[in-house]
């Protein structure tokens, strides 16, 4: 089926012929929908602290960061924003020449509201010879419209969301990245350093290191640290075979095969090379102004205290497993890894002493997350479940709608009904009690990846995603989910949600 060309095409980008073997025979049997348990909720898998709690939970972290710990922000800003620009793409190629949808109307009437006016104002006078609002007095709207996604003015139809002006300050607009940038001051900074992380996609690199270089010292002083800003490329060898309908190998009009990216699931590699004891992730896009952080860094803090007191309790636990313990010491053990990790099993309490500890060694000895959930506002996107796991056990994962089997009435009602949802906001621990950095792609479920249908050039084929970074990628971990407030998620997924409260 793979000729010499298809081996050396393999080889250039570090794949194995057997990966894609497993992956054309991952296209032919799918994979399985996981099975639940519940939704979780406050009191059943989520935690909910008080105002005192969260002083001392943000205290916690304090104390922790001042050991001198290294702590990493780990930012997945590959992604264009081609997708954020889909309706005034649509406008710009309609029949018609003035705003007609709700959407266009409510861009065109707000357009001095966006942080970007006044650089899309001189763009425009420079191409067209007239500002913004001649143009729009003019009726010339499409010609707006093309200065902002075309390479020949800002180009922001091409250019990665991390590189938009999304907020409006005195001394000029900001872009995402350096809100990324203030936050990891406001609450990474460990010893006056700053570690930032951004993944980057290969085209944009450059320019993004570039505009990271002209922002980073002005921010330095601002907050008085050091910045150490490092980037990465998603590894041409997560990329994953496209298939034709009948399960054979998807070829370009060369006869070469067709890879596509893996999905945020192969930044599970990525992660994997980040040096740090703690490793904060959270999107690019969900950001907000200077003058709504407190809440999002008192949140930050607080998740990561839970982190870390929940890390201390457990390689305590760890360090008494290498000795003798007794039943009862084991039995306070399990209902940690029961009630702290909500990571549960009918058959622990049943086990021989001998069995047991080795049971709670696996449970406690492997990377550790919590993630924040907000309240369940109708988003898109995944949400915290309890779920069965392949040995048996119920633990705590974030499932997309994907991975839920859509003919399971209950199934659906958990995720329809559920009560919070997942905005990607993660603080994890990626070292072993005795310092050692986990092997984290050893910690994936294989068996969590999604197909889906695309298309190239007219033709149809079956594109696979590998298990998603927040998925199936943390599938092993050990999992805890606290509510944050709905303030702390302000996502733009379209240009319009600039216009929201929260980014003017």
Request: proline letters at 4%; one cysteine or more; a negative charge.
């Amino acid at each position: 089926m793979l000729s010499q060309q298809d081996l050396q095409q393999l080889a250039q980008k570090g794949i194995s012929e057997e990966q894609v073997k497993s992956q054309l025979e991952e296209f032919k049997t799918g994979f399985p929908f996981l099975k639940l348990e519940a939704a979780a909720s406050i009191g059943n898998g989520i935690v909910a602290p008080g105002e005192a709690e969260r002083k001392t939970l943000v205290k916690a972290w304090d104390d922790y960061k001042a050991e001198g710990r290294r702590v990493v922000k780990f930012v997945p800003a590959s992604g264009a924003a081609s997708r954020m620009f889909k309706d005034m793409f649509a406008f710009v190629d309609a029949d018609y020449d003035v705003p007609t949808t709700d959407f266009e109307k409510i861009y065109f009437a707000h357009i001095e509201s966006f942080a970007f006016f006044t650089a899309l104002d001189e763009v425009c006078k420079k191409n067209e010879g007239k500002g913004v609002k001649e143009l729009i007095a003019d009726g010339k709207y499409k010609a707006v419209a093309k200065n902002m996604l075309s390479a020949e003015g800002l180009n922001y139809g091409q250019l990665p969301k991390g590189m938009l002006l999304f907020h409006n300050y005195p001394e000029g607009a900001r872009t995402p990245m350096e809100e990324h940038l203030v936050e990891g001051a406001l609450y990474a900074a460990s010893k006056g350093e700053a570690n930032v992380h951004f993944t980057v996609s290969h085209e944009h690199m450059d320019f993004f290191k570039q505009k990271v270089a002209e922002k980073a010292d002005g921010f330095a002083k601002k907050y008085g640290i050091r910045y150490d800003i490092s980037f990465s490329e998603q590894k041409p060898s997560t990329d994953t075979i496209a298939a034709n309908p009948d399960n054979t190998p998807f070829r370009n009009s060369d006869g070469s095969l067709l890879f596509r990216p893996g999905g945020h699931g192969a930044l599970i590699q990525n992660l994997n090379d980040i040096n740090a004891d703690v490793i904060f992730i959270k999107n690019i896009d969900n950001v907000v102004p200077d003058r709504l952080k407190p809440e999002t860094v008192e949140y930050k803090q607080v998740i990561a205290g839970v982190l870390v007191t929940l890390q201390q309790k457990a390689f305590a636990y760890l360090r008494e497993l290498e000795g003798e313990v007794s039943r009862e010491k084991l039995d306070e053990i399990l209902l940690f890894v029961e009630k702290d990790l909500c990571c549960r099993s009918a058959k622990a309490a049943t086990l021989g002493d001998a069995e047991l500890k080795a049971y709670l060694i696996g449970k406690l000895n492997r990377p550790m997350r919590v993630c924040g959930v907000v309240k369940n506002v109708g988003e898109p996107g995944g949400g915290p479940f309890l779920t069965y796991n392949q040995d048996g056990t119920v633990s705590l994962q974030i499932l997309e709608s994907s991975q839920i089997d859509k003919s399971n009435t209950e199934y659906m009602r958990m995720f329809t009904e559920g009560t919070h949802f997942n905005p990607v906001d993660l603080v994890c621990a990626v070292k072993n009690y005795k310092g050692e950095h986990f092997d984290l792609p050893a910690y994936v479920d294989k068996t969590t990846g999604f197909i889906s249908s695309k298309s190239k050039s007219g033709k149809e084929l079956k594109a696979l995603e590998l298990p998603g970074l927040w998925n199936g990628a943390m599938s092993d971990w050990s999992t805890i989910f606290v509510e944050v407030p709905l303030g702390t998620f302000n996502p733009v997924k379209t240009v319009n949600d600039l216009l929201r409260e929260q980014h003017q």
